[in-house]
């Protein structure tokens, strides 16, 4: 798919409006076939594990009981502040990103199984995983596993802000509650995961999921950020910097999470072990396989539309062309400045998405790795593959 896209974007100008037109059309189509094959392990998966993906966090959200952020989030809607287009896509997709993880955690808890007489297990568990295959234990995990989630996703979205900034007064209101929205609700998502959390009645779990809290974090903390709080590339930036900020990003959740739904199904440290490990490989999966979407599919991005700059191909490329990065920090007081167009179309045409959807099958090939220990449910673990074998082709 990759190389085949470089060619069309390397064609266009001879192609002409013909060209164009077909070549819209075959993403078109190739990107309706990705979706549909996305869309299959999805569905299939709700059906093994008994529930459908759940939308536990966007009602704690949107209604005024529970976080009580509904009216406020409301009043935000004309705004331009990025926490609504945040919340617009949890809402409208998130069947697609966010209740995903969750789902995963319950296709695992199947995978593994549990433990009879175990004393990691409660009371009236062993009964529970007979007759469900899941504990209850688990379903809440994986609704802690949104709510953190949710939350990171929401707090990442305040912004900087100064009038010397913002010079339009309305402007800068709307901006300033939107932050407080955005700081609010994040906030109090992460206390009501914290309180489900301690709930499990596990102290080891508690501890797995604090830190994932705290690591989420601490990745905002080791990448630069521009006047407006937004990651931006430093000079000394590379692939191996990048997989160790995703891997407290979005690894770390979903490793201590998987780690902790085997634990509370009475399994040992080898197969816990096990399970952080796929976990892990599993964010970054995900992560890359977002961040290669701008490279790979014209449907998603609009041409000269800004990207992330800490994206992987676009790290691997700055940490081809050093001299890149000088150009940068120009851009780095206001980042409207940066010709997105230019960039893009060189880091299309430098081998470096190829090289990151590379680094993706790798991923998926250790996440699948991981797995293989697991297997006390062959449908849930052949659901598991489909989710993760559909990232794989972007």
């Not at 013909?18 to 709700?46: F, P, Y």
């Not at 290669?292 to 992330?308: M, V």
């Not at 880091?347 to 990151?356: D, K, P």
Request: aromatic residues 6%; hydrophobic residues 40%.
């Amino acid at each position: 798919m990759l190389p085949a896209l470089s060619r069309c974007i390397s064609q266009v100008n001879f192609t002409g409006v013909r060209g164009l037109v077909r070549m819209s059309h075959s993403l078109t189509l190739a990107n309706d076939k990705r979706l549909a094959q996305w869309n299959r392990a999805i569905s299939n998966a709700e059906k093994i594990v008994g529930l459908p993906s759940s939308n536990f966090t966007m009602k704690l959200l949107m209604s005024d009981s529970g976080v009580g952020a509904g009216s406020h989030i409301r009043k935000l809607l004309n705004t331009t502040h990025p926490v609504i287009k945040t919340i617009k896509k949890l809402i409208y997709n998130g069947r697609n990103n966010l209740q995903t993880r969750g789902l995963v955690i319950l296709l695992l808890s199947r995978c593994a199984g549990h433990i009879e007489g175990s004393p990691q297990m409660l009371l009236g568990e062993w009964e529970e995983a007979t007759v469900d295959g899941i504990t209850e234990r688990q379903k809440n995990l994986s609704e802690i596993v949104e709510m953190v989630y949710t939350s990171h996703l929401i707090h990442r979205d305040v912004l900087n802000l100064s009038r010397e900034l913002i010079t339009d007064e309305s402007l800068l209101n709307d901006l300033q509650y939107g932050n407080k929205i955005a700081i609010l609700v994040g906030d109090i998502l992460i206390a009501n995961a914290s309180k489900k959390t301690s709930e499990l009645n596990n102290c080891k779990v508690l501890e797995l999921i604090a830190s994932a809290i705290g690591n989420f974090m601490k990745s905002e903390f080791v990448v630069r950020h521009d006047t407006f709080g937004k990651p931006f590339p430093a000079a000394s930036m590379t692939s191996s910097h990048w997989e160790d900020r995703i891997v407290l990003n979005s690894g770390a959740l979903l490793s201590s999470a998987c780690q902790s739904t085997v634990l509370m199904a009475g399994h040992g440290d080898s197969a816990q072990q096990k399970a952080n490990e796929f976990g892990k490989c599993l964010g970054l999966v995900w992560q890359l396989h977002e961040e290669l979407q701008p490279f790979s599919n014209l449907i998603y991005q609009a041409p000269g539309a800004p990207f992330d700059l800490t994206s992987l191909p676009c790290v691997l490329f700055l940490e081809r062309n050093p001299h890149l990065v000088q150009s940068l920090e120009t851009s780095l007081e206001n980042i409207n400045h940066i010709d997105y167009s230019d960039l893009y179309t060189q880091i299309l045409a430098s081998g470096c998405v190829e090289e990151a959807n590379l680094r993706l099958n790798s991923y998926v090939h250790e996440c699948l790795a991981n797995l293989d220990t697991f297997d006390s449910c062959y449908k849930a673990k052949q659901a598991l593959t489909d989710i993760i074998e559909a990232m794989k082709h972007v």
